[in-house]
């Protein structure tokens, strides 16, 4: 069974610019989870779809926000691009999104910011 | 969810065994106790997880004490490849789905 994938894998931006970054959940996952991972923060969680619907959001200004299709892939979206959103953003899927679920990481998008 | 606490760093030889210890002293009975770990610039790998027994899967084996404050995780023969950054995560069985990341234990895996 493939796993998460995220694409694409690298990305260059300069700042005030916006960004959209995919994920496709493992087949069967209804639940896909947003992560940003910096030096500084470590890993934070941004937020959380299920059912086309976002289920639980992380304290991330609004700048930050995302989207679940029908068949359960995700994209997140940052819009005016600051300096400090350079980071790894990280997908994770699970089965129904309960806390008892696994979640399952993609490879993850390394956004630098210019 | 707990807080946990881990060493900032270890290393192991190639071939021993790795014990990873993880204190959650504020552990609830409805947490479970979730282990991940990430390769350089990789995504968070799921390990395992338990909520009172010992648990054992291909990868490794989870010790959770009697009173779970605290548990340990053991890779029984550490590679290079398992040089990686390992966490220790408390998970409520209700509530929400997001995972909460500490700084994790640097794991180095010795020649």
């Known amino acids: 069974k493939a796993g998460v994938t995220q694409t694409p894998r690298y990305l260059i931006k300069t700042r005030g610019q916006q960004v959209t970054l995919s994920c496709s959940p493992i087949s069967g996952h209804r639940s896909v989870s947003w992560y940003q991972q910096t030096p500084g923060q470590g890993l934070q969680f941004l937020f959380e779809?299920?059912?086309?619907?976002?289920?639980n959001k992380g304290n991330f200004p609004g700048r930050f926000s995302g989207r679940q299709f029908s068949n359960s892939r995700s994209e997140m979206n940052v819009s005016t691009l600051e300096l400090g959103d350079s980071a790894l953003y990280l997908c994770a899927s699970s089965w129904e999104g309960h806390s008892t679920d696994t979640q399952y990481f993609g490879p993850g998008t390394r956004l630098t910011v210019l | 969810d707990a807080k946990t606490t881990q060493p900032t760093s270890m290393d192991c030889a190639e071939g021993r065994a790795a014990n990873l210890p993880c204190n959650h002293s504020t552990i609830s009975g409805n947490e479970y106790v979730y282990w991940y770990r990430q390769i350089h610039s990789q995504g968070p790998q799921y390990i395992i997880h338990?909520?009172?027994n010992n648990e054992t899967n291909e990868m490794a084996s989870l010790i959770i004490t009697e009173d779970r404050k605290s548990s340990t995780l053991i890779l029984p023969h550490a590679t290079l490849r398992d040089t990686a950054v390992y966490y220790c995560?408390?998970?409520?069985?209700?509530?929400?789905?997001?995972?909460?990341f500490g700084t994790g234990t640097r794991l180095t895996v010795i020649p």
């Open positions: 338990g909520l009172k």
């Open positions: 779809y299920f059912s086309e619907t976002q289920r």
């Open positions: 995560i408390v998970r409520a069985q209700t509530g929400a789905n997001n995972l909460f």
